[in-house]
T-cell receptor
Framework: KNQVEQSPQSLIILEGKNCTLQ??????????LRWYKQDTGRGPVSLTI?????NTKSNGRYTATLDADTKQSSLHITASQLSDSASYIC???????????FGTGTRLKVLA | DAGITQSPRYKITETGRQVTLMCHQT?????MFWYRQDLGHGLRLIYY???????DKGEVPDGYVVSRSKTENFPLTLESATRSQTSVYFC??????????????FGPGTRLTVT
């Protein structure tokens, strides 16, 4: 069964600290992996998209990694800010289809 | 304004009522999607559309109906609302699914409560 699992479910960090969110997937055939940021009460917004051949992709203070062999991805947030408080969702899609498999997200809280 | 919009943003309805959620995008994207988001679940696909007059079921289509007579609009109708359909509904659009790097853009969501 195609699944995407994220950990931790929630995380609290102090402003300025770094953190890493994890995503494990069992989706096949693999097409691409996306990380989204979802602020409370809003729709998800794309942070990064990685295909099979990419193992790192950055977007400002956000850096995503992909290990297609172990089917793991991580999202590293550097020098966190209060505005980083949100849910971060890992999404994996299968080749050539509209099927996106969404993880349940990691809820990040950044404290001043 | 350009983008993807949903209306209403909040809706309370009674069990058994018909309700329609609206989605409008200004990019002329071919692909449009309806998802629902519930606690403990990732977003789940209800229906998707590849073009005007082309729609297909997703993971959880029961109790929902869609239509797409115009490229820019993709309404979702709950024919007879049930409490289990209380959820947050997101519409999304994408230009070209065959290219895996194409973005999927989400609307702001509609929070639906069925009493």
């Amino acid at each position: 069964k195609n699944q995407v699992e994220q950990s931790p479910q929630s995380l609290i960090i102090l402003e300025g600290k770094n953190c890493t969110l994890q995503c494990n997937y069992t989706v096949s055939p693999f097409s691409n992996l996306r990380w989204y940021k979802q602020d409370t009460g809003r729709g998800p917004v794309s942070l990064t998209i990685m295909t099979f051949s990419e193992n790192t992709k950055s977007n400002g203070r956000y850096t995503a990694t992909l290990d297609a062999d172990t089917k793991q991805s991580s999202l590293h947030i550097t020098a966190s800010q209060l505005s980083d408080s949100a849910s971060y969702i890992c999404v994996v899609s299968t080749s050539g289809t509209y099927k996106y498999i969404f993880g349940t997200g990691t809820r990040l809280k950044v404290l001043a | 304004d350009a983008g993807i919009t949903q209306s209403p943003r909040y809706k309370i309805t009674e069990t058994g009522r018909q309700v329609t959620l609206m989605c409008h995008q200004t990019w002329s994207h071919s692909y449009m999607f309806w998802y629902r988001q519930d606690l403990g679940h990732g977003l789940r696909l209800i229906y998707y559309s590849a073009a005007a007059d082309i729609t297909d079921k997703g993971e959880v289509p029961d109790g929902y109906v869609v239509s797409r007579s115009k490229t820019e609009n993709f309404p979702l109708t709950l024919e007879s609302a049930t409490r289990s359909q209380t959820s947050v509904y997101f519409c999304a659009s994408s230009a070209y699914l065959a290219d895996p790097t194409y973005e999927q853009y989400f609307g702001p969501g509609t929070r639906l409560t069925v009493t």
